[in-house]
């Protein structure tokens, strides 16, 4: 958030804007934040504080915290002491893998989660974040939640299990990190990979790696005791900060044209247990929306920034980055197609999503697909 519009926020929840002709002039000035923030602020007096615990998948001391502690630390200023977030680092509380129980069952309020991690607990959620040769740039994933529908879908899914889906968060493309040298996807075969699972792990395998699911709070130190030889995670900055410049030499990317090929758009998002989430206003709600997608933007941004500064010190360090090929583009795209199909088939769910995905990825503004492409696959809608 800009420093004017966090000024009109503030202000907005002091009263400032307190009927509905202003209320509408600021809806229109600073994109609805501060409008929402004015629904609240008459009430904010006789409301009664709450804090919600949310935890977070990333790890204490890296960029990623810092920014969502620091989000995190606004919220009470924010909506005038109404509502409260106290951020819980990776691991803190609950495994990542544990996150969705945790909530569910009220031993924490929410969850800043890597959204990918869901494909353990429904087909459907491999297609909640970015796949192998799937949509490649962030404003593709705004479409298909803003405009194709995945935000209203993802909320149904996320429903049916306890939880209330706020919205999807902008993060990084993923890199991975080798011991050995990957200069073509055939140095892939054989190699013992970290994966997040979901189809993600499907493809590497299908070329030949061994893979091995582990959360990323597990991948520094499998990767120091030699467990593994290499390991798909975040961007650059972050794995910076994790040290893994420390335990491999080699960064891995694809070419110019696709600069990561498995996890282009690595999406987070903002959850909570319906119990947490029900136990708001509409007026909070409503502002809880405005912040987390204000967080989004910011998030991103933030990761940018630091990755900008991360990359020096790669070359510092040694590490060397190889880029895979355009051919070796076209053939994971090969094993990569099949897959979607697979795991899209495994329940209705799942195949009403990744509808969603190939309306998309055929649409003349992304241009990703032609029905050629998919000629011979169906969807069991």
């Known amino acids: 958030m800009s420093k004017n519009n966090e000024t009109r926020y503030r202000l907005a929840v002091e009263g400032v804007v307190d009927d509905r002709r202003k209320f509408l002039k600021a809806f229109a000035v600073t994109g609805?934040?501060?409008?929402a923030a004015a629904v609240a602020a008459p009430h904010v007096a006789r409301a009664a504080g709450k804090t919600f615990r949310i935890q977070t998948s990333w790890a204490p001391g890296t960029t990623g915290y810092k920014i969502f502690e620091k989000w995190c630390n606004g919220v009470a200023e924010l909506t005038g002491g109404e509502l409260a977030f106290k951020a819980f680092p990776a691991g803190a509380v609950s495994g990542d893998f544990q996150l969705f129980d945790a909530v569910k069952n009220g031993v924490l309020d929410g969850m800043n989660l890597f959204t990918v991690y869901w494909a353990g607990?429904?087909?459907?959620?491999?297609?909640?974040?970015?796949?192998p040769m799937g949509p490649n740039f962030p404003h593709?994933?705004?479409?298909?939640?803003?405009?194709?529908?995945?935000?209203?879908?993802?909320?149904?899914?996320?429903?049916?299990?306890?939880?209330?889906?706020?919205?999807?968060i902008q993060h990084d493309l993923n890199l991975i990190h080798s011991k050995k040298p990957i200069k073509s996807l055939d140095d892939f075969k054989g190699l013992i990979l970290r994966v997040p699972g979901g189809?993600?792990?499907?493809?590497?395998?299908?070329?030949?790696?061994?893979?091995?699911?582990?959360?990323?709070?597990?991948?520094?130190p499998a990767l120091e005791r030699g467990t593994i030889e290499a390991a798909d995670y975040v961007g650059p900055a972050v794995n910076f900060d994790l040290g893994f410049q420390q335990v491999t030499n080699y960064i891995v990317m694809g070419p110019q044209s696709t600069p990561c090929l498995h996890q282009p758009v690595d999406l987070m998002d903002i959850s909570f247990s319906l119990r947490a989430w029900?136990?708001?206003?509409?007026?909070?709600?409503d502002l809880v929306h405005e912040m987390a997608q204000g967080y989004s933007v910011t998030h991103y941004g933030a990761i940018q920034e630091a990755n900008k500064e991360a990359w020096p010190k790669y070359a510092k360090a040694g590490t060397s980055v190889s880029r895979l090929s355009e051919e070796d583009v076209a053939r994971f795209r090969k094993v990569a197609i099949p897959l979607w199909f697979q795991w899209a088939n495994k329940d209705k769910d799942a195949a009403k999503l990744f509808k969603m995905h190939l309306d998309l990825m055929q649409d003349p503004a992304v241009a990703y697909l032609t029905p050629d492409d998919i000629k011979g696959h169906t969807l069991n809608l």
């Open 32 to 35: 609805g934040l501060a409008a």
């Open 121 to 131: 607990r429904m087909p459907a959620g491999v297609f909640l974040s970015s796949y």
């Open 278 to 285: 029900n136990s708001l206003s509409k007026r909070m709600q």
């Open 140 to 168: 593709q994933w705004d479409m298909l939640f803003n405009a194709y529908g995945a935000t209203e879908f993802a909320r149904e899914l996320y429903k049916k299990n306890g939880l209330y889906f706020v919205c999807h």
């Open 199 to 220: 189809i993600v792990a499907d493809c590497f395998a299908a070329i030949g790696a061994k893979t091995t699911l582990l959360p990323g709070s597990d991948v520094y």
